[in-house]
């Protein structure tokens, strides 16, 4: 008979998530690209994120101090106001939507959520932020894909949203050939600080 074992490690990113009819706004303007592009490797709607902090594979026990930390900070923040707009694509090969809002408030709170990950001994490659929703990945063999379906978006802009919760989510089901799926590990209420 078999144990059960867990994964050692975990693939970690702390992140905002916009509100589910943010997200259908978007999903409908994606319609022509959908249609136009079905074999580029679409993320599912329920896992569209705005990551502040990616900071990948972790051992498992590296985890929990984080979650008290997270949460004083979120606590002692308020939401920040969000919009999706527009689409681009880095490398001519991902697609994402772009973001305005409090965008300067977002660089902030992304400064303080990797502060706080410092402070908890968790070192990670601490790259410039750049806001945005990663929507889809081009197939080696269809290389224009993505610079397409990026011009389906040019006029797009959301609706206003606040960012209600700070995310800490994994990333560690769905390895393999498959699609990535996340999940939250936990997430906190922002408290309306200053």
């Not at 975990?10 to 022509?32: M, N």
């Not at 690209?33 to 580029?40: D, E, K, L, V, W």
């Not at 689409?87 to 902030?108: I, K, P, Q, T, Y």
Request: hydrophobic fraction near 45%; include cysteine; proline fraction near 7%.
């Amino acid at each position: 008979m078999k144990e059960h074992t867990q994964a050692a490690t975990v693939r970690v990113f702390i992140a905002l998530a916009p509100p589910d009819d943010a997200k259908e706004e978007l999903e409908r303007a994606l319609a022509p690209a959908y249609a136009a592009h079905p074999r580029m490797r679409w993320n599912r709607i329920e896992d569209w994120h705005v990551t502040l902090a990616f900071l990948g594979e972790l051992p498992v026990a590296a985890v929990p101090p984080l979650r008290p930390r997270l949460a004083e900070l979120a606590a002692a923040r308020r939401p920040v106001r969000l919009s999706l707009r527009g689409g681009g694509h880095f490398d001519e090969r991902v697609l994402w939507s772009g973001m305005a809002g409090e965008l300067a408030e977002l660089h902030v709170l992304a400064s303080e959520v990797r502060a706080a990950v410092k402070e908890c001994g968790i070192g990670f490659a601490d790259r410039p932020l750049r806001p945005h929703l990663t929507l889809a990945r081009a197939r080696r063999s269809d290389p224009s894909a993505a610079l397409e379906a990026a011009a389906t978006l040019t006029g797009f802009s959301g609706r206003e949203w606040e960012a209600e919760r700070l995310h800490l989510v994994g990333s560690n089901i769905g390895r393999g050939p498959g699609p990535i799926h996340y999940r939250d590990i936990e997430s906190w209420a922002f408290g309306g600080g200053s």
